[in-house]
């Protein structure tokens, strides 16, 4: 047994992903807003029986009371941090750094991802399939909302950059094409970032989405993957010597001020 991936944009760039079992069961990676999802089940004539939560954010959680209103059940599993601080509804089951968790036949290893919250966790399945929420976007990452650079870059650059490169990374927005612009600007001559550009603007012309993207092409394109590289030390003015985590954050205020 295994599952299928099913992408659900909801809003104007949250992505919802059900995943669909072989059994006619379902579950459902964060839960932006109920209606869409509840759709998409009816649909495709399936029960939905998880959760699997990456972090507390409203447009992550929201349909959370909803869904476990309609299925009473329903099982609701996320970080150690969200559970301790109660910030996802209904959670029923606590996943720590490094535990394993079961469905449909695959197994979830646990990562935890501080950064842009400090309860962030990424779920990365047996089938190749990682859930990164908004920790890292293609051509980009999430603000850091309440982590530091230091645990970002753990995050980012040990944690993800060490997982086997064909990963097909599930980020929760399409959030490309901009991050696109900011990656160019910072990374100008690089010619594989050149080449998603093209590929990306070509999709969304189409109305595709973006997502998933692969492990090996954001370390070849994600700006924020590369603060090693000379390219990137330049563009943000870091002094010789100075470390990755600092790179890092002189890249992330950038782009928060960026206006391309
Ligand atoms: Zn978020």
């Given at each position: 047994m295994s599952f299928e991936v099913v992408q659900i944009p909801v809003w104007?760039?949250?992505?919802?992903?059900?995943?669909?079992?072989?059994?006619?069961?379902?579950?459902?990676?964060d839960s932006p807003e109920a209606p869409p999802i509840q759709a998409?089940?009816?649909r495709r004539g399936l029960r939905l029986?998880?959760?699997?939560?990456?972090?507390?954010?409203?447009?992550h959680?929201?349909?959370?009371?909803?869904?476990?209103?309609?299925?009473?059940?329903?099982k609701v599993w996320g970080g150690a941090y969200d559970s301790e601080h109660e910030r996802i509804p209904g959670q029923t089951r606590v996943l720590r750094d490094g535990e394993r968790a079961t469905w449909a036949g695959e197994t979830a290893v646990i990562h935890e991802v501080p950064g842009h919250t400090l309860g962030h966790i990424a779920w990365r399945w047996s089938n190749g399939a990682a859930f990164v929420g908004d920790t890292l976007?293609?051509?980009?990452?999430g603000r850091f909302f309440e982590g530091t650079p230091a645990q970002m870059d753990v995050s980012l650059n040990e944690v993800i950059a060490g997982w086997p490169p064909d990963t097909k990374l599930y980020c929760a927005h399409e959030y490309t094409q901009s991050n696109l612009r900011f990656a160019l600007h910072v990374d100008p001559d690089n010619a594989d970032l050149q080449a998603l550009s093209q590929e990306v603007d070509a999709l969304r012309a189409e109305g595709q989405p973006t997502v998933p993207s692969t492990l090996a092409r954001e370390l070849s394109c994600n700006p924020f993957?590369?603060?090693?590289?000379?390219?990137?030390?330049a563009a943000t003015a870091s002094p010789k010597g100075a470390p990755r985590h600092d790179v890092l954050g002189r890249l992330r205020a950038m782009k928060d001020g960026f206006r391309g």
């Open positions: 104007q760039d949250n992505y919802a992903y059900l995943l669909c079992a072989d059994d006619g069961t379902a579950a459902l990676v998409e089940l009816d029986t998880h959760i699997f939560q990456t972090h507390h954010h409203f447009d959680v929201g349909a959370n009371a909803a869904l476990v209103e309609s299925v009473p059940e329903l976007f293609v051509a980009g990452c993957l590369r603060c090693d590289t000379p390219a990137i030390r």
